[in-house]
């Protein structure tokens, strides 16, 4: 468990980690820190233009003595607004870039998980949440890295020209009192984002904690209410209310820390420049005054980075759930292709399905694997296309591993039909070939299952025994080595059966079939009978 207010290894590197990720080119970059640098840098000119006239104005008031000025002042009022438009414009589109990139990992992420994965992170709408975590993350650029960078540059440049630009001694030490202040505040709010994030994550926990509650308390009241137990529900309730209350406080309180880096920066700025009382016009005294009072905005703009990076810590801790990276597979399809089992262990959380199974399936071969529901057969199908994680074991496929093998080589070879086919509405044509290359006549084997179909035909209520057979013609149509079939003769006549035999024996593949059918057993040239968490015989 994290120590309260302290660092939690990966908090920070969190946040750059999906920077990074973003990938984004130096050129766009680029543009978007300096478009919103020099955005910084013109209202900083504006500020102190305006009152650097009235200064010199008042003292020497003719209109060539201030005409300068007033030309400079005019300039940058007049580019402003272009300037914070094009500052806009290169901000989003950076964060849109940013989006994109991001979009295309968790694409990339979610392509390679399991079956059962797909299953636990579908309940919830999980990934629908993923997918606006990563809208939420581009503020990580245009509320955060962009407007962060752009004000330290402006803080840094009107610091720097303080000294460099006045025309008399002393001002250097004021320059370098300037920015020793405002790094030293800066550095004081970058050191407390380490607690504010472990504050935030103990408020979100919190506050999840109090909204589970409440909808596990609602099912249960009617019932507590009937046993006269209301004070139960509101005792409860009140816990869970003080913690997440005590955890909002807490938050703030650490926050308020932060905010109070800005004023006192200010007003030891103001301090440094009053007792240093460096020797110059009255203009220059004006104009770094002003630089003070900017960096107070400058500061808050900083603060309010930060902010943000805090508020999107939450996205990116839900988005690095679901980052898996598994080894690159990229062997080819063996040429000798024959099924191997080696103690093959299958579990569904801390149930055991499939305990030490060794079954060798030649080329050609048959296997029909049995038992009653819940014993596993759908989980091996599954895992044997290399759709599901197994928990022990090897499954080879001639002598490679199958988790070796690339994914395109085994979508090619492999073909596993579910007991619920989907996709059956639409032209025969299109239903069976999914957009790939065809390398049998579909429409011979549709004939020999008794489906009578032509390519334009179109599907729209295919009973169970049909989209069963036409899964089964679509599974063998690209010709695969080995084919996986759950339930495939369910519903069917005894007559349609021994079709859909004949014609998966005449495709020449390793055929695996889950089945309670009889005729299908017989059929097979071995069987494979699973009892949960037992070692199957076969």
């Known amino acids: 468990m994290t120590h309260r207010g302290r660092e939690r290894p990966g908090d920070l590197d969190q946040l750059r980690r999906w920077v990074r990720r973003s990938s984004v080119a130096a050129g766009a970059l680029g543009r978007a820190l300096g478009a919103a640098t020099v955005a910084g840098l013109t209202s900083l000119g504006l500020l102190i233009g305006a009152a650097g006239l009235l200064v010199v104005s008042a003292g020497r008031p003719g209109l060539r003595a201030v005409a300068v000025l007033l030309v400079v002042i005019e300039v940058f009022a007049f580019f402003r607004s272009p300037i914070r438009y094009v500052e806009r414009m290169t901000t989003h589109r950076l964060g849109f870039i940013a989006v994109t990139r991001w979009r295309r990992w968790l694409m990339g992420t979610v ?32 509320r955060g890295v962009v407007p962060a960078a752009s004000a330290l540059a402006t803080l840094l440049i009107a610091d720097v020209a303080v000294g460099a630009l006045a025309p008399r001694p002393g001002w250097l030490a004021v ?33 999840a904690t109090y909204q589970a509650l409440l909808v596990e308390l609602s099912g249960t009241a009617p019932e507590i209410a009937l046993l006269g137990r209301d004070d139960y529900v509101a005792e409860r309730l009140d816990v869970a209310r003080r ?48 630089v003070i009072v900017a960096a107070i905005e400058v500061l808050t703009t ?41 103690g093959l262990v299958l579990r569904d959380g801390t149930r055991t399905l499939v305990e030490g199974l060794n079954v060798r399936v030649a080329p050609r071969g048959r296997v029909a694997v049995t038992g009653t529901s819940g014993t ?92 069963a057979r036409v899964a089964v013609v679509r599974a063998l149509a690209i010709s695969p080595d080995v084919v996986l079939l759950d339930e495939p003769t369910a519903g069917l006549g005894a007559s349609d059966t021994a079709a859909l035999l004949a014609l998966l024996e005449r495709a020449g593949a390793i055929i695996v079939v889950a089945t309670h059918d009889p005729l299908v057993i017989a059929w097979a040239d071995a069987v494979v009978e699973l009892d949960a968490g037992r070692v199957p015989r076969g």
Not at 112 to 141: I, K
Not at 270 to 283: E, F, I, M
Not at 318 to 336: C, G, N
């Open 111 to 142: 392509g390679h998980w399991s079956y059962r994965t797909w299953s636990h992170y579908a309940r919830g709408d999980v990934l629908g949440r993923s997918l606006q975590d990563t809208e939420e993350l581009q503020d990580l650029w245009v």
């Open 175 to 207: 320059a370098a009192g300037l920015l020793i202040t405002h790094g030293a505040a800066i550095v004081l709010m970058r050191r407390r984002v380490a607690p504010l994030v472990a504050r935030d994550r103990e408020r979100r926990q919190r506050r």
């Open 243 to 290: 913690a997440l209350g005590e955890a909002e406080r807490a938050f703030e309180r650490e926050r308020r820390r932060v905010s109070l880096a800005i004023p006192a920066a200010s007003l030891v700025a103001a301090l440094w420049l009053g007792a240093a009382r460096p020797v110059s016009a009255p203009v220059w005294l004006v104009s770094a005054a002003l």
């Open 302 to 342: 900083t603060s309010g980075a930060l902010d943000t990076a805090i508020a999107v810590t939450a996205a990116t801790e839900r988005l690095d759930e679901l980052a898996q990276t598994p080894p690159p597979a990229t062997a080819p399809w063996p040429v000798a292709v024959s099924l191997e089992l080696r």
């Open 376 to 467: 596993g057969k759908s989980w091996l199908l599954r895992a044997i296309a290399g759709l599901d994680d197994t928990q022990g074991g090897s499954i080879l496929i001639g002598d490679q591993e199958l988790t070796s093998i690339g994914e395109e080589e085994l979508r090619r070879h492999v073909a596993y039909v579910p007991s619920e086919p989907g996709l059956m509405r639409g032209r025969a044509a299109d239903v069976v070939a999914l957009g790939r290359t065809l390398t049998r006549p579909y429409l011979e084997d549709l004939a020999a299952v008794g489906i009578v179909a032509d390519a334009d035909r179109r599907w729209e209520g295919l009973s169970r025994g049909e989209e």
